[in-house]
Protein backbone atom coordinates (compact mmCIF):
# COMPACT_ATOMS: atom_id res chain seq x y z
CA UNK A 1 0.00 0.00 0.00
CA UNK A 2 2.97 2.61 0.99
CA UNK A 3 4.03 1.63 -2.53
CA UNK A 4 1.38 3.18 -4.75
CA UNK A 5 1.14 6.31 -2.35
CA UNK A 6 1.09 9.46 -4.58
CA UNK A 7 4.05 11.09 -2.91
CA UNK A 8 6.79 9.02 -1.31
CA UNK A 9 9.97 10.16 0.90
CA UNK A 10 10.68 13.92 0.10
CA UNK A 11 8.49 14.44 -2.52
CA UNK A 12 5.17 16.26 -1.73
CA UNK A 13 1.90 18.14 -3.12
CA UNK A 14 1.56 21.91 -4.39
CA UNK A 15 -2.39 23.94 -4.50
CA UNK A 16 -2.67 26.60 -6.52
CA UNK A 17 -5.93 27.76 -5.89
CA UNK A 18 -7.64 29.26 -8.87
CA UNK A 19 -11.05 30.03 -7.11
CA UNK A 20 -11.71 29.98 -3.28
CA UNK A 21 -12.70 25.87 -4.00
CA UNK A 22 -10.61 24.59 -6.33
CA UNK A 23 -7.68 25.02 -8.49
CA UNK A 24 -4.59 23.27 -9.81
CA UNK A 25 -2.72 20.24 -7.66
CA UNK A 26 1.04 19.54 -9.04
CA UNK A 27 2.49 16.39 -7.26
CA UNK A 28 6.25 15.42 -7.14
CA UNK A 29 6.14 12.04 -6.69
CA UNK A 30 9.64 12.05 -5.09
CA UNK A 31 12.67 14.33 -5.17
CA UNK A 32 14.09 13.49 -8.84
CA UNK A 33 10.69 12.41 -10.78
CA UNK A 34 8.83 14.71 -13.31
CA UNK A 35 5.76 16.56 -11.34
CA UNK A 36 2.34 15.05 -12.48
CA UNK A 37 -0.93 17.93 -12.47
CA UNK A 38 -3.88 17.26 -11.74
CA UNK A 39 -6.74 19.43 -9.81
CA UNK A 40 -8.57 19.07 -6.67
CA UNK A 41 -11.67 20.89 -5.11
CA UNK A 42 -13.26 21.29 -1.86
CA UNK A 43 -17.13 21.29 -1.15
CA UNK A 44 -18.07 23.91 0.72
CA UNK A 45 -20.19 22.02 3.41
CA UNK A 46 -16.91 19.87 4.01
CA UNK A 47 -13.69 22.00 4.63
CA UNK A 48 -12.01 19.22 6.21
CA UNK A 49 -11.83 17.47 2.85
CA UNK A 50 -9.84 17.71 -0.45
CA UNK A 51 -10.99 15.70 -3.35
CA UNK A 52 -7.88 15.06 -5.70
CA UNK A 53 -7.79 14.07 -9.32
CA UNK A 54 -4.77 13.14 -11.33
CA UNK A 55 -3.96 10.45 -14.02
CA UNK A 56 -6.64 7.84 -13.69
CA UNK A 57 -6.93 8.82 -9.98
CA UNK A 58 -10.04 10.05 -7.78
CA UNK A 59 -9.25 10.13 -3.92
CA UNK A 60 -10.80 11.92 -1.13
CA UNK A 61 -8.73 13.40 1.45
CA UNK A 62 -9.68 13.83 5.07
CA UNK A 63 -7.79 16.85 6.23
CA UNK A 64 -6.51 16.93 9.93
CA UNK A 65 -3.39 18.82 12.05
CA UNK A 66 -0.78 17.56 14.07
CA UNK A 67 2.14 19.33 15.96
CA UNK A 68 5.34 18.66 15.65
CA UNK A 69 8.58 20.99 16.84
CA UNK A 70 5.82 22.95 17.56
CA UNK A 71 4.65 23.68 14.31
CA UNK A 72 1.51 22.81 13.09
CA UNK A 73 1.40 20.64 10.09
CA UNK A 74 -1.28 18.47 8.02
CA UNK A 75 -2.30 15.39 8.01
CA UNK A 76 -3.96 13.61 5.03
CA UNK A 77 -5.96 10.68 5.48
CA UNK A 78 -7.83 8.30 2.51
CA UNK A 79 -9.97 5.71 2.95
CA UNK A 80 -9.02 2.72 0.58
CA UNK A 81 -11.25 0.27 2.34
CA UNK A 82 -13.53 -0.47 -1.09
CA UNK A 83 -10.41 -1.25 -3.05
CA UNK A 84 -8.90 -3.32 -0.80
CA UNK A 85 -12.02 -5.41 -0.37
CA UNK A 86 -12.56 -5.58 -3.80
CA UNK A 87 -8.94 -6.69 -4.22
CA UNK A 88 -9.37 -9.37 -1.59
CA UNK A 89 -13.14 -10.32 -0.73
CA UNK A 90 -13.05 -13.22 1.09
CA UNK A 91 -10.45 -11.54 3.60
CA UNK A 92 -12.83 -9.24 5.94
CA UNK A 93 -11.15 -6.31 5.61
CA UNK A 94 -12.71 -3.90 7.69
CA UNK A 95 -10.52 -0.90 7.21
CA UNK A 96 -7.75 0.40 5.18
CA UNK A 97 -6.65 3.98 5.21
CA UNK A 98 -3.45 5.43 4.04
CA UNK A 99 -1.81 8.26 6.33
CA UNK A 100 0.28 11.17 4.71
CA UNK A 101 1.80 13.63 7.44
CA UNK A 102 3.13 16.51 5.68
CA UNK A 103 6.62 18.44 6.85
CA UNK A 104 5.27 21.51 5.89
CA UNK A 105 2.37 23.66 6.78
CA UNK A 106 -0.22 23.17 4.65
Known amino acids: MLAEAPVQ ?3 GYVLEFLYH ?4 LYITPA ?3 APIT ?4 KEPDKPDQLR ?3 EDAD ?3 AV ?3 SEEGKSLTLLTVDLTAKYQALYPTAGIT ?3 RLEYTTHPF
Open 9 to 11: AGG
Open 31 to 33: PDA
Open 38 to 41: GSFN
Open 95 to 97: KVE
Open 59 to 61: YTY
Open 64 to 66: SYY
Open 52 to 54: FFY
Open 21 to 24: NSGW
